[in-house]
């Protein structure tokens, strides 16, 4: 079925390059040839499953829209200019549009926030240049030493003090800016700040002279073994010199006498689950992720999850802990309702990174996890470029930090 702007196609519709390009042309037709429709929606956004048939059958959208005859892109990206972006805030000032930093970063789709950046240095000179007062738009004006310690306190109380360099940059930098130091700050509010780990201040002789007294003492190097044994040691050395191989080798260690190589396949997998079972080991998720790293990844590469690996082995598959009290049960979820559920939210801007997910939508995360073998692999079934997802939010991130920079500068 075929409406005007839209396509619409049966659920599980089999794509072919002729079905691919009446779509296309139904899509995009009636805003083609006519300069007073507007810009034609997003094709991932309003269609993902048009979007995913082209690209799976022509190899690009870009592709698929020459083999329907259209233009590519759909429309001539219309560049801002320092003119434009002042009209359009005087606009939408003159509308009773929110105009606070926090609310324009939160419009991911034609959000004038990158190119005011682009073009004026900061969002706060682009209000300034529409005659509009900033301080008549932002949501928080200018910090003090007292908004600064009151701020802290409240997010201390709410558990998210953790997280001020993701969502809380302004605060930072005005600690920074009144203080000296955000610890600086942090103690004056009498708000307890965790310590940092000590391995990670260590500079690469320290580094290095732990992993030799280890060495000496008879510890298991293998990287699987010292990242369970040593975890900080570990991640630190690994930064700090490129790869624990390197880190092994700058103490003098032939790095073969440490290493553990497995040769992993399906059957393999299976071989060393049976030996766990019969062994009476603990095979829950959580569980082998913390025991035996090699063989959580092998799972995740040859089954996607490990309830197909223990049903591959004949083997009553147990949820964890955490699946057992429902808070990662599949429970309503199906695969169509994980992909209409990433859609929606892809459609209203979201951000659908991996690390954001896991922290603000656990149960949709997980869901995906369990079942599509991974959660990209669920983006991507949903239809959206994953890559493409990641650098735009990317961009809006480095947008946001290098605007609280010119506001912590004034």
Not at 314 to 343: E, F
């Amino acid at each position: 079925m075929v409406t005007s702007g839209r396509t619409s196609f049966r659920r599980h519709t089999k794509w072919t390059a002729e079905n691919v390009v009446a779509g296309l042309r139904a899509f995009y037709g009636p805003f083609l040839g006519d300069p007073d429709r507007s810009r034609p929606p997003s094709l991932e956004a309003t269609n993902p499953p048009l979007s995913g048939g082209a690209k799976r059958v022509f190899g690009s959208l870009k592709a698929a829209m020459q083999a329907a005859g259209l233009p590519y892109p759909p429309q001539p990206h219309c560049r801002r200019t320092r003119a434009t972006i002042v009209e359009e805030l005087q606009r939408m000032h003159a509308e009773g549009k929110d105009l606070s930093y926090a609310a324009v970063k939160d419009r991911s789709k034609g959000s004038l926030l990158g190119p005011a950046i682009h073009h004026f240095g900061s969002w706060r000179k682009a209000i300034e240049a529409a005659g509009i007062d900033y301080a008549s738009v932002a949501r928080q004006t200018e910090w003090n030493r007292q908004d600064v310690l009151r701020e802290l306190r409240r997010r201390h109380a709410e558990g998210r003090l953790g997280s001020i360099q993701k969502d809380g940059l302004p605060l930072w930098a005005a600690a920074k800016r009144y203080f000296g130091s955000y610890r600086n700050a942090a103690d004056t509010a009498g708000v307890p700040l965790r310590k940092p780990v000590p391995e990670w201040s260590w500079p690469v002789p320290r580094l290095q002279q732990a992993l030799r007294e280890l060495h000496q003492s008879g510890t298991d190097l293998s990287s699987g073994s010292i990242r369970r044994t040593h975890k900080h040691l570990f991640c630190a050395a690994r930064a700090r010199l490129g790869s624990w191989q390197k880190a092994v080798e700058s103490i003098g260690v032939d790095y073969k006498t440490v290493y553990r190589p497995h040769e992993w396949s399906r059957q393999a997998i299976v071989d060393r689950l049976h030996e766990l079972h019969a062994a009476g080991a603990d095979l829950r998720a959580g569980a082998l992720q913390k025991s035996d790293i090699p063989l959580s990844g092998a799972i995740q590469r040859y089954f996607g999850t490990l309830r197909r690996a223990m049903e591959a082995a004949n083997i009553p598959y147990t949820p964890g802990p955490s699946a057992a009290s429902g808070s990662r049960r599949l429970g309503h979820w199906t695969q169509d309702l994980v992909v209409k559920a990433l859609r929606d939210l892809h459609a209203t801007g979201q951000d659908l990174r991996y690390a954001r997910m896991k922290e603000k939508n656990q149960p949709l995360f997980y869901a995906a996890k369990q079942l599509f073998g991974s959660y990209v692999n669920a983006v991507r079934e949903a239809g959206i470029d994953y890559w493409r997802m990641s650098q735009a939010n990317l961009a809006l991130e480095r947008g946001a930090k290098r605007q609280a920079a010119g506001d912590g500068l004034g």
